[in-house]
T-cell receptor, first 112, second 113 residues
Framework: GDSVTQMEGPVTLSEEAFLTINCTYT??????LFWYVQYPGEGLQLLLK?????DKGSNKGFEATYRKETTSFHLEKGSVQVSDSAVYFC???????????FGKGTRLSVIA | EAGVTQSPTHLIKTRGQQATLRCSPI?????VYWYQQALGLGLQFLLW???????NRGNFPPRFSGRQFPNYSSELNVNALELEDSALYLC????????????FGPGTRLTVT
């Protein structure tokens, strides 16, 4: 079945460090890909998305590129802040309003 | 525009009881999804409702059920509660066919003692 694999956390970085969270997927066909973020005590917020190969999603300094050849959608940010501390979820979804398939999440802690 | 709302915020039940969780989607959205976020297990898809009908369900026993009302709000019912049902239950909504984004509510924290 369809699945998403994320790098194991937790990830601890100093402020202004470079962030990469790896995400790969297994799917039949070409899904849309998403990154969601969950801040402490809150629900999920859509961070960015890409709907086809080579699309780059970006938001709040975060970026991810849909790589069909490597079935990957790695999340990057050039300079993290303490306020970026959260759990990040990679997810895929096919068209037709089907449910999201999530990775297990990666907890990021940024220290000043 | 109001986002997805859920109630109650917290719910404490004892084993064997029933729990009812509620969700109101974003205005104009017709699809509602329920997910369970149990500690250490990530997010698991529970149920999907669209236009009042159950469209799909995840790998959960039948004691997890729900419905969608004519105004597109939804209710999740969990019968015969077990300790492992303790989790954060998240509701999401999306627009009509072809829309890709799901927008999540803040969740209901269910604790079973």
């Amino acid at each position: 079945g369809d699945s998403v694999t994320q790098m194991e956390g937790p990830v601890t970085l100093s402020e202004e460090a470079f962030l990469t969270i790896n995400c790969t997927y297994t799917a039949t066909g070409y899904p849309s890909l998403f990154w969601y973020v969950q801040y402490p005590g809150e629900g999920l917020q859509l961070l960015l998305k890409a709907t086809k190969a080579d699309d780059k999603g970006s938001n709040k300094g975060f970026e991810a590129t849909y790589r069909k050849e490597t079935t990957s959608f790695h999340l990057e940010k050039g300079s993290v802040q303490v306020s970026d501390s959260a759990v990040y979820f990679c997810a895929l979804r096919f068209s037709g309003n089907t449910p999201l398939v999530f990775g297990k999440g990666t907890r990021l802690s940024v220290i000043a | 525009e109001a986002g997805v709302t859920q109630s109650p915020t917290h719910l404490i039940k004892t084993r064997g009881q029933q729990a009812t969780l509620r969700c109101s989607p974003i205005s104009g959205h017709t699809s509602v999804y329920w997910y369970q976020q149990a500690l250490g297990l990530g997010l698991q898809f529970l149920l999907w409702y669209d236009e009042g009908e159950e469209r799909n369900r995840g790998n959960f026993p039948p004691r997890f059920s729900g419905r969608q009302f004519p105004n597109y709000s939804s209710e999740l019912n969990v019968n015969a509660l077990e300790l492992e049902d303790s989790a954060l239950y998240l509701c999401a909504s999306s627009g009509r066919q072809g829309a890709h984004e799901q927008y999540f509510g803040p969740g209901t924290r269910l604790t079973v003692t």
